[in-house]
């Protein structure tokens, strides 16, 4: 239930020049496609999906789907539809930026119509190319900075930072894929499930010096508004992570969930 999390104040946040934003990246454990009779699979991050929902402000809100890491699955696109729909979201628009190449002009104006925006998971570094191509970035960002919720899950989470751990080429070779840089941090998803993904994710941090990791796991999403974030544990196991390389070793600290918000700032620096 949602309820749990309580709501965040608005402040400035200097990251960018912005009076409002707010980002819901969770580590993975996405929808997934519909079952064979057409039902759901269950969704263990539901209370985190409830959470998006309800930062929206809106009882009925509009959501954007981008499917592009799943290359515009159309299994996957209907399971979200029916996911959110069950949420109370009656209009859910889906961008399908490979099937339809829709134009500049009105990627914009159905984007900016939204009241939040919805990345799925799959294959981060496809997206990432396809939206620089279409122009996507701009107006991910006019979205944010207009205060449409933005979220999505493993490729979905790792978008709104400035890189993210990918494994979008071998699954035992992680790479550092370059995102948007919203959020100046190394996101990594899957960290509880995924063995490579942890081996790689220091490696990464070791050639990114200047930055911290958030790193997710798949039950476990990062909320921030504005110049505050907390972690959201959907299960009762789910943790999430702070990484970074300090002297000559690599440090993994872990941040507990809280009902209330913390300092991004704090969260995103290296110690002293």
């Known amino acids: 239930d949602s309820e749990e999390f309580a709501t965040c104040p608005t402040n400035e946040w ?3 020049n912005r009076s409002m934003g707010t980002i819901v990246a969770i580590g993975g454990n996405g929808i997934g496609e519909l079952q064979s009779d057409g039902s759901l699979k269950p969704v263990l991050t539901d209370a985190v999906h409830r959470e998006i929902i309800a930062q929206t402000h809106k009882k009925h809100p509009k959501v954007l789907y981008i499917p592009t890491a799943k290359d515009d699955s159309e299994g996957y696109i209907a399971a979200f539809q ?3 729909e069950n949420l109370g979201c009656d209009q859910i628009d889906v961008l399908r930026l490979i099937k339809e190449r829709p134009p500049k002009e009105d990627i914009e104006s159905r984007m900016l119509a939204a009241d939040a925006v919805y990345v799925n998971g799959g294959d981060t570094f496809r997206m ?6 279409d122009g996507i970035d701009p107006i991910l960002k006019e979205a944010f900075l207009k205060g449409i919720v933005m979220a ?6 790792i978008c709104w930072f400035a890189d993210g751990d990918s494994d979008s080429f071998e699954k035992r070779h992680d790479f550092r894929v370059t995102a948007l840089g919203t959020i100046n941090a190394v996101l990594c998803p899957h960290y509880d499930t995924d063995p490579f993904r942890r081996t790689g994710l220091k490696a990464i941090m070791k ?3 200047k930055l911290v990791a958030i790193a997710l796991d798949e039950c476990a999403a990062i ?21 970074y390389w300090e002297n000559g070793q690599y440090i993994v600290e872990e941040i507990e969930p809280t009902r209330g918000f913390q ?3 704090t969260l995103l620096a290296k110690p002293a």
Do not use: F, N
Not at 223 to 243: F, G, H, M, N, V
């Open 14 to 16: 200097d990251q960018v």
């Open 128 to 133: 990432m190319e396809i939206w620089k191509r």
């Open 207 to 209: 050639r990114t010096p």
């Open 82 to 84: 029916q996911y959110y």
């Open 152 to 157: 999505g899950h493993s490729a979905g989470a």
């Open 223 to 243: 909320e921030i508004i504005d110049d505050a974030y907390r972690i959201l544990a959907a299960t009762p196991t789910s943790k999430a992570r702070r990484t």
């Open 263 to 265: 300092d991004l700032k």
